[in-house]
């Protein structure tokens, strides 16, 4: 069964904080994205990256970085949380260029991080 | 990549047929439709994907009309349990940068 998998479920920081939200998949895929997710906004997609040190800025990149060292592995690094940085994060991994055709894009079960 | 626009939200009775329509007027050639469920605290996941015409699966059933310019999922027999947000998605073959719209969030009463 396909897996992918957040390490954090549920976090509370603080105000400046540096926070590391990591995700693992075992399918071998190449393309990893991270996503927010907030009441009315729908999913927005913070990075993506199509392989391994590779990296591109989604819709909303302010405030985030990422890293790929390994191609099962993608972290998303708030270098100084800020309160509205409050939100769910999802991170999700496909094979590329099969999105759109008949292969689909896999989804963690998400993290709620707040920022206080 | 193509713009989607869906409804906001839209309310249902257990047992009815529920469809959804998506609406992607600059749609390109090589573009297919996706359909994701997202049920609350969880990641999206696949429901349905298709080119043109009809398809169905043992859950939902995808409607393309001949121009493509939109698309319709419908849900037979609705219960309680398909309430949840559902995103139209259309993306080329190849394109690797997935967006997604703000979804449809069906809410299914008993």
């Known amino acids: 069964d396909v897996k992918v998998t957040q390490s954090s479920r549920y976090l509370v920081k603080r105000t400046g904080e540096k926070v590391f939200l990591e995700c693992v998949q075992d399918m071998d895929h190449e393309n990893m994205f991270w996503y927010r997710q907030d009441p009315g906004l729908g999913l927005r997609l913070i990075y993506f990256?199509?392989?391994?040190?590779?990296?591109e800025k989604g819709d909303i990149p302010e405030g985030y970085s990422v890293s790929r060292e390994k191609k099962e592995r993608f972290s998303l690094i708030l270098e100084s949380a800020s309160t509205n940085q409050t939100s769910m994060y999802l991170c999700?991994?496909?094979?590329?260029?099969?999105?759109?055709?008949?292969?689909?894009?896999?989804f963690g079960e998400g993290s709620w991080l707040t920022v206080v | 990549l193509a713009k989607t626009t869906q409804p906001i939200s839209m309310d249902s009775y257990e047992g009815q047929e529920v469809n959804i329509t998506c609406s992607h007027n600059n749609i390109a050639t090589n573009d297919y439709i996706t359909w994701y469920q997202q049920f609350p605290s969880q990641g999206p996941r696949f429901i349905i994907q298709g080119y043109k015409t009809k398809v169905t699966n043992e859950v939902a059933s995808l409607f393309i009309p001949a121009d493509r310019k939109s698309s319709t999922l419908s849900l037979p027999r609705v219960s309680l349990s398909d309430t949840a947000v559902y995103y139209c998605?259309?993306?080329?073959?190849?394109?690797?940068?997935?967006?997604f719209g703000k979804g449809t969030r069906l809410h299914i009463l008993p």
């Open positions: 998605l259309v993306a080329p073959t190849g394109d690797d940068k997935i967006i």
């Open positions: 990256s199509y392989d391994v040190k590779m990296k």
């Open positions: 999700a991994s496909a094979s590329p260029g099969r999105t759109s055709s008949g292969n689909t894009i896999y």
